[in-house]
């Protein structure tokens, strides 16, 4: 079975749940004998983690000795950047009035027409429209049975691909316009989903919260989307290590500050939280187009002095971050999945999380909250932080039901859906 995959992150560096997504269903999915191409745009940014080496023409590929065997890897010269630093999605989508562009020889499969509000910058949808393009080139010398989208800004090149080679498309949602801007949705972008849902074999919801999204907002038949939960990587030795005593107590919020993460519910339910105990910092480490709004909050709200902002990390950083926690909050208003729990779960960190959350369907072993009942939430806190026996149980048994989340089984699932549509299309053609 062979796949020609589109994505925009690989290994993950910058965007966080989708590129850690992609990198542990990928490489599950090496794993199990699948061969993938995976195509994804080359940004100028700081060498990505772990042993990839990457060659310095406009389309080249990728190779991780020793981790992959069926895994190739080809890109584009692009400046797809969905979530990079400061700026979110809609930062950096402005000024465009409308585009309408061709894919191949003047003929556009996916009848794409995009009207960009002026809060829009044209540069991240040039480049979606350009990696089309340049993912056509790259197909025409690919052997594959099936496609596969990962997110919208790979949608438009899943149909392109998928209608020059006669293949069947995935999308794989990750996350939605509804997600990332509540119920003011970006139009254009908001096409782009719908056109790639509508245009696709099937659909891969990462939760039913997202199922339930694409079926009522993007009007897909329930039968066409498929539920495949994310997972977590499994590198320690299998116990559950309890971290030392140490004076101040620590909460951390670990994401991107943004109106997605409801970093203004988290700062609420700190400074009541505060009101109770004084010997808790609250670190967000994160960046986002929200980070100055949420300092000036905190600032106003008197608990300056009691809230570190980090800004981005990533690797060692991220682990340092997750060791010093007494406790992890998720607090987001809308949430397809939500890797960042089962990843604190997974580090013995105790873990309180938005029921808004695809996660949330799935983990025992967590505390919920609605992402707007800032009382529960700050109540929630201070039981973690003022009973260690409750604080002792969520991180045993966090750290055992993480374990059953694997990328193995996630593998096994989007394999079963390749043999579903890949005989579905062979059923057509006889």
């Given amino acids: 079975m062979r796949t020609f995959m589109l994505g925009w992150e690989f290994p993950p560096f910058i965007s966080g749940g989708l590129g850690t997504a992609c ?17 994804l745009p080359r940004a100028d940014i700081t060498p990505p983690v772990g042993s990839v080496k990457m060659l310095g023409t406009e389309e080249f590929e990728a190779t991780m000795p020793g981790r992959f065997t069926n895994v190739r890897f080809r890109t584009i010269s692009s400046t797809l950047r969905p979530y990079a630093t ?52 790259v197909a025409a010398s690919e052997n ?4 596969h989208a990962h997110d ?55 939760s039913n ?39 101040d107590k620590i909460v951390l919020f670990l994401g991107r500050i943004t109106m997605q993460k409801g970093p203004e519910y988290f700062l609420a339910a700190a400074k009541k939280v505060l009101d109770e105990i004084d010997n808790v910092k609250f670190v967000m480490a994160g960046d986002g187009d929200m980070m100055h709004r949420t300092i000036e909050l905190a600032a106003s709200m008197g608990i300056g002095n009691k809230v570190l902002f980090t800004g981005f990390l990533n690797g060692e950083d991220v682990d340092r971050a997750y060791k010093m926690a007494d406790l992890y909050v998720m607090p987001s208003v809308s949430e397809p999945f939500g890797i960042s729990s089962l ?17 949330a369907e799935v983990v025992t072993h967590a505390l ?16 973690v932080l003022k009973r260690p026996p409750l604080q002792k149980t969520l991180r045993t048994n966090g750290f055992h039901e993480a374990h059953k989340f694997t990328w193995e089984d996630s593998a096994k699932k989007v394999a079963k859906i390749y043999d579903e549509v890949i005989d579905q299309a062979k059923g057509k053609e006889d």
């Fill in 23 to 39: 990198y542990g269903l990928t490489k599950a999915m090496d794993k199990l004998g699948i061969k993938v191409t995976f195509v």
């Fill in 86 to 137: 400061a700026s979110s999605h809609r930062e950096q989508i402005s000024n465009l009035a409308s585009k309408q562009k061709t894919v191949q020889n003047g003929v556009n499969p996916f009848n794409i027409s995009i009207s960009i509000p002026d809060n829009y910058d044209g540069d991240m949808l040039s480049s979606v429209i350009r990696y089309a393009e340049k993912a056509t080139c």
């Fill in 144 to 147: 594959f049975d099936v496609v």
């Fill in 152 to 206: 919208w800004m790979t949608y438009p090149a899943g149909e392109a691909v998928s209608w020059q080679s006669h293949k069947p498309l995935i999308v794989h949602v990750h996350s939605t316009e509804f997600d990332r801007s509540g119920e003011h949705v970006n139009q254009a972008v908001y096409d782009i989903e719908r056109t790639g849902m509508h245009a696709a074999a099937k659909v891969i919801a990462v």
């Fill in 209 to 247: 919260l997202t199922k339930e999204t694409i079926v009522k907002h993007y009007g897909v038949p329930p039968a066409k989307v498929e539920v495949v939960y994310n997972a977590v990587e499994h590198n320690g030795d299998g116990v559950c290590h309890i971290p030392p005593e140490k004076k």
């Fill in 343 to 359: 990843e604190a779960m997974n580090r013995n960190v105790p873990v309180l999380m938005s029921k808004q959350s695809g996660v």
């Fill in 368 to 383: 919920k909250v609605d992402f707007w009942d800032i009382n529960e939430m700050a109540n929630k806190m201070i039981a």
